[in-house]
């Protein structure tokens, strides 16, 4: 029944835009296919890359569901592995016959948005680990859904995926949308001395399938 009524509802999505998209990603040029794509609410809108080759027909597509970033992908900080993820996600999306991006703009900060985000970073700096800082700022700790990623999906015929991604939660409620996550396979970037906390919280608060520290 869930399934059914995610399929319908993606019939419903008012995907604005489509073109092909030439990108640069290690000094190549690459020439990906660009969707635009927004939910009920105007806010909620996604951005879609696919690397679709010749071989692609009958491929289980690799996909990442990324979070919007503005510190991490726009201005490379050190704070999160939010930019070394999407990096990488990008050079096995773009290596296979049929990858996929999803790009959520409006999940910045777990969801909880930009400004309350940089309140949470300030609390950090005095202590607090992730977690706490966004309870401290009267935000949740999580505030993503994934109802649109697998409404896109949907409307990309593409209801089976591997998933790129180190969260279990992502993986749990994109099934709970009816999206079968064959496999989910973690992406493990190098951590730094601004992140090392970080990801400790992720790993020891969160579930988050990454290494121990070394």
């Excluded at 966004?134 to 949740?140: D, E, F, L, R, S």
């Excluded at 896109?152 to 790129?164: A, N, S, V």
């Amino acid at each position: 029944m869930k399934s059914n009524a995610v399929k319908s509802y993606a019939l419903d999505l008012d995907w604005s835009a489509q073109t092909m998209l030439p990108i640069e990603l290690n000094g190549e040029e690459l020439h990906l296919e660009a969707r635009a794509y927004q939910g009920t609410d105007p806010h909620n809108q996604a951005f879609v890359l696919i690397n679709r080759t010749s071989q692609a027909a009958n491929e289980l597509p690799y996909v990442r569901v990324h979070s919007g970033c503005v510190t991490g992908d726009i201005f490379h900080s050190l704070k999160c592995d939010c930019y070394p993820q999407l990096k990488a996600s990008m050079e096995k999306i773009t290596s296979v016959p049929l990858g996929v991006l999803i790009y959520l703009p409006y999940h910045e900060g777990r969801g909880i948005g930009l400004v309350a985000k940089i309140r949470a970073y300030a609390l950090q700096e005095q202590g607090y680990d992730t977690v706490d800082a966004n309870v401290a700022v009267g935000a949740p700790i999580e505030a993503r859904e994934y109802d649109l990623a697998a409404h896109i999906l949907f409307d990309l015929g593409m209801p089976d995926i591997r998933l790129l991604s180190n969260n279990p939660a992502k993986t749990d409620a994109l099934r709970a949308e009816g999206i079968t996550v064959v496999e989910q396979i973690p992406v493990i970037c190098k951590p730094n001395v601004h992140n090392v906390r970080y990801l400790e919280t992720k790993r020891k608060r969160m579930a988050h399938r990454l290494p121990m520290p070394v």
